[in-house]
């Protein structure tokens, strides 16, 4: 990490878990003493296939239950996937 004033290098003064998977480090300048915080997580990218293979597993009654916006949205997921294959 390099100090975002002078360039210099940054040593980490401190580093916790916050939650579940998510690391909060401290960082302070070796040369002018500027402090930072940075937050770690893992990021998680999902495709529209496994959001519509997820939407495939809710039941149909369910679906019925959705308000019409809704369900218009996943018929637009739905059909756009069946577009690509
Ligand atoms: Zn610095």
Do not use: P, W
Not at 35 to 56: G, H, P, Q, W
Not at 72 to 80: D, G, M
């Amino acid at each position: 990490m390099k100090c975002l004033k002078c360039n210099g290098k940054m040593r980490v003064t401190d580093s916790r878990e916050k939650a579940h998977n998510v690391i909060r480090r401290r960082y302070e300048c070796n040369k002018c003493k500027a402090r930072i915080t940075t937050v770690e997580s893992i990021y998680i990218n999902l495709s529209i296939d496994f959001i519509a293979n997820k939407i495939k597993q809710i039941s149909q009654h369910h679906i019925e239950e959705m308000d019409i916006e809704i369900k218009q949205k996943i018929k637009n997921i739905l059909k756009q996937v069946n577009l690509q294959k």
